[in-house]
């Protein structure tokens, strides 16, 4: 369950008002869906993920200059090479409840390389589209940074992180029993920080006896958009599982975040409960004006 609260009024962040003027074009850094319709039947397939947080099923594909280099363990990715990916909602299978099958894609999102054209993202163009194959709001220019930012966690594979799905090696594999599972080491760096340092309005939406707060470091903080709130939300329960501390992602630029606690009060989980707040956006009613930024709690359990 997801309840809001409205932040008050002069969190409210007029840059929103400029963003709608992005929201429904078919193209974004000059990249669109119709540039390589039809790739998810032509592509060569990498990988499938599933993101527990989202409840999404990712898949991915590349075209013949990605693959080759990708299939040759490079990370200098050729002018021309592209990975496509599309995000699909997922819902039960009516038939048997806990097999769950895509109802529908949520997302487009495509990474181009031209090392000249898109210099200033690493030599990757991202681009980014709804269901419908239109963009988002939001500044393209700055989403494109935000994208960077995250996908600079892997400089090792070229800022690409899917890896190709050898069905055959995985088959051969024995998963070790849940309990002994390693702890999962996340690429995003974290620090303790004083809560007393964050903004007001990020430690007034965290439980009021929590003194210090893992907060994640770096490039990551320098661009955050939408995406980035959702996306962060694994590596976030990560580290309260690992220290215990609640953790924060903050952006340096305006009032977004996400953060993530661990809520004792709660006994619906069988093991852990922890909560999960972030800032989301609200769009206005009135074309005219900007949206709202307010802040989502949602239950989670490990
Ligand atoms: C906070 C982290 C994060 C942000 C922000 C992010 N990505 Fe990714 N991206 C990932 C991860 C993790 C994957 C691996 C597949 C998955 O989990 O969906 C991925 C995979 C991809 C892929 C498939 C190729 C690859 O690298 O595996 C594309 C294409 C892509 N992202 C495009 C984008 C675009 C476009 C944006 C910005 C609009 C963006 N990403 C923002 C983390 C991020």
Sequence with gaps: MVRRILL????????WAQADSFKGRSEMNGISYKDFEGFEDKWKFVTVRYRGDTGEQRFTWGNDLAIKALEAGSTDYPDGAVFAK???????????ESS???SGAKRYQ???RDKKKYASTGGWGYALFDGAKLTNDGDPKTQAMACYA?????PERGEVFSQPLKISSFAAKVPPPAENKEVHVSAV????VPLRKLPEF???SLPEKSRSIRSVKGELRNNVFRGTIDEIRPSLVEEVKRTGLPAALVALSDSQ???????PNRKDCKKKSLKSVFSTQVPSTDPGASGYLVVAYQDLCL
Excluded: N, W
């Excluded at 008050?8 to 840059?15: H, I, K, M, Q, Y």
């Excluded at 975040?257 to 809520?263: G, L, M």
């Design 86 to 96: 599309i995000g699909f909602a997922t819902e039960k299978d009516p038939s048997f």
């Design 110 to 112: 495509f990474m181009v």
């Design 100 to 102: 769950m099958v895509p």
């Design 150 to 154: 995250c996908h600079q966690l892997v």
């Design 189 to 192: 760096r974290f620090e303790t």
């Design 257 to 263: 975040f996400a953060a993530v606690y661990p809520d």
């Design 8 to 15: 008050p009024a002069l969190l409210c962040v007029g840059f």
């Design 202 to 204: 990020v430690r007034r």
